[in-house]
């Protein structure tokens, strides 16, 4: 009954189909228009009814309607309707289909059937914008060309217009076999040019209406025989079957139409043929995969390449693991496309054996899968390999076939340096040539490069004399304890011995390997050739095509044999220590060890005595953990170290696992009350569960029960929404053993992320950082992960990132972050705003959305950028506005508000460019986009010449800054900018101008041969600007971080600290520092307000570091000028600086201090100031790289070398190369006055380390180092100076002087004097912070022979901790000195500074304690500034002087192993000067002195003769010498600087004799000295002498009172014995001698030398601890005064030099 109604209801559709196909032709017939048949068209009327294509989107055509001349209609054709039509398939794999049509038809009926079957065929291909199916076409006549080519076309309209343009050719014969032989030879072989893809399927459609002229048989079967393509033969009209037999091979390739009228129709059979076709090609098997080679790419990484196939494949899939490290690690896959198997990288591997596996896949099948082993520990392996390859029957092409796979491929599988692998390489014939030395070539470029450049000999074969020659030459250099191995690459029998050559390498341990190229080798020659076993060391080959296939297991056979020679060696490895186990699970627990790193260590073994098995691990390991372990069993588990030596002792550690708990225990929420959960049995001994639920964060049971089953619905009104749970199942074996609990989480209502929030902001990047979720204990937290999500202003998704619970958590000292996590975005472009999106997502749920919103940070260089845009008035209103958010964009990306930063103009480029803002406007950011926005098209840039365009670009650039990149952004939205820029890109260059071009066009144009490609980027669309601001920014940055030559050479051209100066007698003085380069002459111009030039002059000046320029002419009243100062090298190279001054009524210089440039240079007070010079120019901007540019050892001692030297020039006792920080309290605890006071006192103390002396020393050594050609190996710090800097502080710290280096000492005054009391609260700590961070940075000085120096004067308690930052700061390398004023440190003496305190801190309680100090602390800072503790010069550390004291600061010299007195150290000897004695009796007093004259220059040496040329010497390096005290003990001595200081120290009350020695009235003036006095009486005996400390002391008081004597004395002629003796008894019992007022007026001046007086050879020239015998005068005094007033005579008035 149901076949009959099955039947029925068939019939009943049958029927209902065919009304419906005779209606549609009834209709067809109604509405049908004859036409003429040389106009055949396609029929617009409902006959041809497009039928949309799903995929593709195109419309299939039905065939075209043909009628007669006359107007009746021709019959309809009808033809059976099938019962189940057929439904073509989109084909959208790679294919290249190739249409070859008959187009010897002269009707035009023919070629519209065509076109339609060909629109109708390709409407079912998915071109896929060139990668899927590719299409070409070519006609069957003698015309050997392609209507299209394979890479022609790109998409589905390309392909439509292509076949709707073909037109009919007259008078043309088919000649198919000469088609299809081209079609053969060029159009299908990808190497025809063509673009035929090769392992892709190809398809050859034929379209043929008439006969061949020629023969297709043997052309045919040539097309045939290719494996992967198939044809199908399309005919019609007079087209014999044989050709279309011949052409498809077969029947089911011939589709044949009875006409050209219904050639259409055919489409479906066509389409259905070629799928069937196409499904033979895809289901044969893919070959396997050949030529396989591996290469060491680094310790980390290799390289792993294969030939490629001819099979259809599409891709590979790689996958390599560790091959003994358990089930633990898994394969790791990647997909490599076609192509691409040359060189596929494995990268991230440990130094532990891998194996890798490649299939290839094709559409429907694969390869076989190959697979291999390679050991990354070879990487590091210390190998000398020498490879002997017989050249001698090789034809060139054997030769480039073994070049190229062999040798290439031995060299590659090895990680070839100098300190690990070497290989040499030796090609023979008759002679051997090393070709490639083992010592020459130790970088794997460099060798590969070399095999590439190799030629052979051929000739005889003498083995024998190769092997002799690698013996004797090869390892000439060969390294000490390493392994060496001869590869020898043989192809037959040796013309010459070889068993003496090969046993001498033999008996001199080296491995011999032997590679017989089709060559029967006989056991015999086998054991001569190579080493034993020579099974081992053997590998037989066909020919020299398969040299490439031993590639990997030669290599790997020679990592072995090193492998098996290390471990051989002793002695053994260090073990692991500290082995724990830890995390022990049921089934798994972890194995963790400590070990110090090592280059022999390779990796470790570790096994279980369980199941024996054992695990390579490699060597970054320092856990592991073992899973699949048995429960509730015994664990003994070994560990030992692998490597370049013999294993390590084992280390044994044992466990327990536990017993096995539930698992996969899952919990779903199904309804707010009900949750159901689920787990999996452990074991078969469970005998129930226990299931508990409980609140997750207190842990609280709420519900317990057991079961039965491993599922239970859990229904209760105790769950709350939004709260978190866990479920714990615990397993119950007999005898009521509980297993731990598994656990499974769930929430309710997943809550959101707290504290999200952008932790760092840089220009390109950002920190995000928030609050973890709080799943303590959550086994499945990896589960629960946090999406991040970047957009930006319109909404478009920049940047996504997805974190997992368990992520790492950022360091910081400030708070714990470890509950926050955090995520890096890069990529971002310069402060453009963006919003950021965070969602927590746990098993597909998602919380609510967070959002905040960001504004990334502009771009701060120093650079000068100008924008030339062409706006073309065909653009449209869309096009306009993008070009405007393309410019705002670009400059929102830089700071334009500082102007010591980016400066920018605009020029619109028309046949009049106009000028929308200079550079000097730039530092308005709403002007700038005020014009922005009123951009608009304008004509004209069409006619805009080149001349025209360059002198616009020099206008724009008119304003720039020297040495400064200049940036030009040129935008052209219509014309090609190759038309207005120079043919030569070096037309830019050489003015120092980089170009950056953005081009609208829709397609790239080459640009000219001679212009740089580097930045220029060709748009095809204005909706591209958006995403080139970008790039545009990026190339904007590099040119400021790589800066052209020119910008270069202007830098070292540019003159430093320029400043500007009032004269007294009106006018002024510019005053300037000389740059890096000589100049050949300067250009000096002032110009005034309107920017006009008042006078201009050229100038030729001598070499000298600093100049000066006087001026006073041109200048107005109460007028604004600019003196702008230019810089000319020998090239024209050019420099300039800029300075402004203002002046008043009486045109006078309007400056801060009123005093003159004469008074400044008198005084020694600031400069009256004048316009400064940018300081960023002498700035350290980069103050830790600028200092530091190598470490080392070497390095060190020769930089402390230069730094002394430096010193010594300067005649300065601070060391060169050091920063010295003041921070100075100004607060609310500092009066007026007492601040005026403390400014008076950092003048005067910063004027003592005469640092203006040390930079011009540097600046020296800089050009000396360059007129040499050596800067580039003299280290920066040797160059670099003393920096400075000066912070003052009160609630907020205030840079008063940044940390600059090459200042004059005018420019620190006026630093200085431009500080104000800030007044507020004192917060130490906060400035201590600021100079750590800001300051000195990460200018740690560590490996430097310098010091980092901070002097903190405070005068009040502060406000904050300051501990916190004293340490941060002491732990970087600075030193820090603390004075703190009125007691304010008293509580924080010994934790505040650094160590000693007694050096390092001082608790004063007056400011004039203060300047009694200053000789102490100036000491203390001079020895800080010095890393090594035995001074700065340790090279005169022996080198006898016989001064006692010089002029200047000399080093104070006494001789080593005199013993002193024993007593209290500290105290002053009892009677006369201690211990002192002259070389042989004490010299005498000096006779009278004349008659007043003129003062006197300072001191004189009054010892050494060979010191005369350093009497000008003020301050010298420091050295320590070692010398004896009383007790024999060794002490430091000190420089006459610091007794010079000293001797402002008072050392208690004031004595009786002070108004006798300490009168403040100016001295009267010198007179001549007189007459040469009779030598004194020797005085009595003295005591045994002091030590050190005493000596000093007295010397200073001697000092003091002889020099006090002396001025007060003058004014009553000259001295007396007596007087000079009264006073040196007085020094010796008084305790407290004041300051003498010519030395008050020194130091008022800022100037810390002290004269010494005339008489001063009363100072005994030597120190003796006991028994002093008298004698006469020492024969090196009398000569030293003779030399030195021979000296003085050259210089002074000789009336002063009568004796």
Known sequence: MRVKVACATLLIVVVLLMLEHSTNAEKQQQHGIGIKKSSLLLDPTNEIKPTKLRKTGRQRLNPPRITTETTVMEPVRTTPLPVVPYKPEIISHSLDVLFMIDRSSTLDVGLQATKCLLHNLTSYFDVAYYKKVRMALMSLDTNDKLDFSFRRYQDDYGYERAIEILDTREGVDNYVGRALTYAHDIVLDPKGGQAARPNVAKVVVVILGSPSKDAIGEAARRLLSQPYLITVAVGHSDALQRELYAIAGDASGVIFADSIEHICDMWPKIHRSMLERLRGLYIRPLSPLKGFRLGMAREDMVEVAWKRPSDLVNYYIVRYRPSKMGPIDTYQNFTINIGREGAVQLPNLEKTEYVVQVRAYGLNQTSPTYSMKFNMACAGVKLDIILVFDTSMLTDDQFDLARNDFLSSFVNGFLIDSETTRVGIILYAEEARYVAPLSTYTEKSELLWRVNELDHDVGLRNTGAALNFAYF????????????????????????????????????????????????????????????????????????????????????????????????????????????????????????????????????????????????????????????????????????????????????????????????????????????????????????????????????????????????????????????????????????????????????????????????????????????????????????????????????????????????????????????????????????????????????????????????????????????????????????IATRDFLRNFVTSFDVENPANVRMTMMQLSNRPSRKFSMNESTNRSMIMSHLNTLTPVPGSSILSPEKFMYTLETAFEDSRSGIPRIMLLLMTNQHYSNLMPESDNELSDRGITSIVVQMAHAAESPFSNQSIMHRYVLGGFHQLYYAVHYVVTDAVRAEMFPLERITRERELIPSSLTVSEKLSGGGVLEWWAPNEWPAYYIISLEDSRGGTVWRENITMPRRLQYAYHFSSGLGSESNYTLVLEAFSKDTTSARRLVTFRTDKQTKLMLKDQASYEETLLKSKPPVARGSSDLNQSRNLNHSRDKRGREGAKEKIRDSKHLVELTQKAKSCLMAGCNIVFLIDSSNTTRTQEFVSLKTWLKKFISSFKIEAIDKAAANKRRQAMRRHSLDRLHPIATYGVGLSIVQYAERPRVVLPMMNRL?????????????????????????????????????????????????????????????????????????????????????????????????????????????????????????????????????????????????????????????????????????????????????????????????????????????????????VLKKRSVSNGRGRKSHSTSLTELEDDISEPRGPSGPRRSLLSLRGRPGLIGPTGPKGSPGQPGPKGEDGSGLEDMEVVAKRVCQAMIEAHQAQMKDGAPTLTKMLDSFHVVQNTQDIPLSSHESNQEENGDTKVEAPSWANLVPGKMKGEKGEPGKEGKCIVECRESHRSKRSNSVNSSRRTP
């Not at 309804?671 to 469970?686: D, G, H, R």
């Open 1304 to 1516: 004059t000492r005018k420019q620190i005054n006026r630093h200085i004097a431009n500080m104000r009391p800030a007044g507020g609260p004192s917060y130490v700590g906060r400035a201590l912070n600021f100079v750590h961070g800001s300051i000195l940075g990460s200018n740690a000085t560590s490996t430097l022979p310098t010091k980092d120096i901070v002097i903190l004067i405070t005068t009040g308690t502060s406000s904050d901790d300051v501990m916190a930052s004293a340490n941060a700061i002491k732990s970087d390398g600075a030193l820090l000195f603390v004075i703190g004023l009125k007691h304010s440190t008293r509580d924080l003496v010994g934790e505040f500074s650094s160590e000693p305190s007694d050096l390092y801190h001082f608790d004063l309680e007056t400011f004039r304690a203060l300047d009694r100090l200053r000789g102490r602390l100036r000491r203390g800072v001079c020895r800080a500034s010095q890393r090594s503790k035995e001074g700065v010069s340790s090279k005169e550390e022996n080198q006898t002087k016989p001064c006692f004291f010089c002029k200047g600061s000399r080093p104070l010299q006494t001789p080593r192993g005199l013993a002193g007195m024993k007593g209290e150290p500290g105290n002053a000897g009892l009677d006369g000067s201690p211990g002192l004695n002259a070389a042989k009796g004490e010299s005498g007093i000096r006779g009278p002195a004349g008659p007043p004259g003129p003062p006197g220059p300072p001191g004189v040496c009054l010892s050494c003769p060979k010191l005369d040329n350093e009497v000008e010497n003020s301050d010298n």
């Open 473 to 880: 030459h090869g390892f000439e250099y060969s390294r000490r304890d390493v392994l060496k191995m001869v590869v020898v690459v043989t192809s037959g029998k040796s013309s010459d011995d070889v068993t003496r050559a090969a046993e001498r390498l033999k008996n001199d341990d080296t491995l011999l390997f032997h590679v017989g190229v089709d060559m029967d080798t006989s056991e015999e020659d086998r054991e001569i050739y190579a080493s034993q076993p020579d099974n081992k060391f053997y590998y037989p080959v066909s020919s020299y095509m398969e040299l490439g296939s031993i590639q990997i297991d030669l290599s790997k056979t020679i990592c072995e044999e090193a492998f098996n020679y290390y471990n051989t060696l002793d002695p053994p490895l260090t073990p692991p220590r500290n082995v724990q186990i830890d995390d022990v699970q049921n089934t798994s627990f972890k194995v963790t060890w400590v070990i110090d790193d090592s280059e022999l260590v390779t990796g470790y073994e570790l096994s279980n005595n369980v199941t024996n098995a054992t695990y390579l691990l490699g060597k970054r390991r320092r856990s592991f953990m073992l899973i699949e372990m048995l429960p509730g069993h015994y664990y003994n588990i070994s560990i030992c170290t692998k490597g370049y030596r013999k294993s390590s002792p084992k280390v044994y550690v044992s466990t327990k696992t536990e017993l096995l708990a539930p698992v996969d225990v899952t919990a779903e929420e199904l309804t707010p009350k009900m949750i159901n959960i689920e787990w999996a049995s452990p074991s078969v001994a469970v005998i129930q569960y226990k299931v508990s639920l409980l609140f997750r964060q207190s842990g609280q049971v709420l519900k317990a029960l057991y079961t039965f089953e491993t599922n239970h619905l859990l229904n209760t009104s105790i769950i709350m929404l939004g709260t978190q749970y866990e479920v714990q199942v615990r397993a119950i074996y007999p005898d009521d053993y509980e297993s731990g609990p598994a656990s499974a989480y769930i929430t309710t209502d997943l809550p959101i992320p707290e504290e999200f929030q952008m932790a760092q902001k840089d220009e390109t990047k950002i920190q995000l950082i928030w609050k973890r979720l709080d799943f303590k204990q959550h086994s499945t937290k990896h589960f629960l992960t946090y999406a991040v999500k970047i957009y930006d202003e319109y909404g478009n998704l920049i940047a996504s990132d997805v974190l997992f619970h368990n992520s790492s958590s950022p360091f910081s000292r400030e708070k714990n972050l470890d509950q926050f996590l955090y995520t890096w975005i890069q990529n971002l472009t310069p402060g453009r705003q963006y919003n950021a999106t965070l969602q927590a997502c746990l098993h597909g749920l998602t919380s609510k959305l967070m959002m905040i919103e960001f504004v990334t940070r502009r771009i701060g260089l120093p650079i000068d950028i100008a924008i030339l845009v062409e706006i073309s008035p065909t653009l449209q209103y869309q096009e306009v």
